[in-house]
């Protein structure tokens, strides 16, 4: 048992959840926004829906951040091992 790793991952607590929720949030509520502006409003950015776009990347973004915190997961080592010892 030397060479693996005890413990467990620290699941919903990896900042990198909490950050691609708040991306999603935003993402999801800027794209809506995008969305069902008005043509008047995507014409004074130069004909390009900067909301709509701005909102996918934030989505994009929240997905790079959920897929990294899946697959490479911060391992919170065990009581036992943190606190223990030799005796």
Known sequence: MAGRSSGHTAGAFDIRTVIALLFAIYGVVIAIVGVVQ?????????????????????????????????????????????GASPE
């Open 38 to 82: 008005p043509q008047a409003e995507i014409d004074k950015s130069a004909g390009v829906n900067i909301n709509l776009w701005a909102g996918i990347g934030m989505l994009v973004f929240a997905v790079v951040f959920v897929a990294w915190a899946r697959l490479r997961p911060i391992v919170v080592p065990d009581e036992a091992e943190r």
